[in-house]
């Protein structure tokens, strides 16, 4: 049986730039190709949100920030895997250490530049989700709403990811 695991989206703001901290996958460690968020199992009794923070300091050395617990939309990391949620982190601090950082690099990218890093596709599109969800009130809002509020697509169509 796998476990259930839960990913995170961090970002910040430079000079009115949206930027997104990217880590390499930890399968990728010599060649520092393969660029994805953090992410991992979701640890008892953490909420899935919580725990993909934890994941964050782990894999990235993210150490302060606002934490999100909406989920932005849900991406395999392979085709049979499960839909992993992911959440958003505005980050506040970095640490200089941290548990993994002779396993991985990380990298800040600019929002808009994402797809030059990325390759899985199915992640690709939750990045630009939760890009759309932190530039977006509305679009944060209806995240908000879906999160929250169990068969809502069912009596409200329009607010279905399309």
């Not at 695991?5 to 730039?17: E, G, H, L, N, T």
């Amino acid at each position: 049986m796998t476990r259930k695991k839960s990913a995170i989206i961090p970002y910040r703001f430079v000079k009115d730039q949206l930027q997104i901290l990217l880590v390499t996958a930890s399968s990728d460690r010599k060649r520092g190709r393969k660029w994805v968020i953090p992410k991992g199992e979701i640890v008892a009794p953490l909420k899935p949100h919580l725990s993909a923070i934890k994941e964050a300091y782990e894999e990235a050395g993210v150490l302060a920030g606002k934490p999100h617990p909406i989920c932005v939309g849900k991406y395999r990391d392979s085709s049979k895997g499960e839909p992993i949620p992911t959440f958003l982190l505005e980050v506040a601090k970095l640490h200089k250490d941290w548990p993994e950082k002779y396993k991985r690099k990380r990298k800040w990218v600019n929002a808009d530049k994402c797809e030059g890093y990325i390759k899985n596709s199915d992640l690709l599109s939750v990045i630009n989700e939760g890009v759309r969800c932190v530039r977006s009130n509305g679009a944060y809002l209806k995240r908000a709403i879906a999160t929250f509020c169990v068969g809502l697509d069912e009596r409200f169509p329009k607010l279905r990811r399309s």
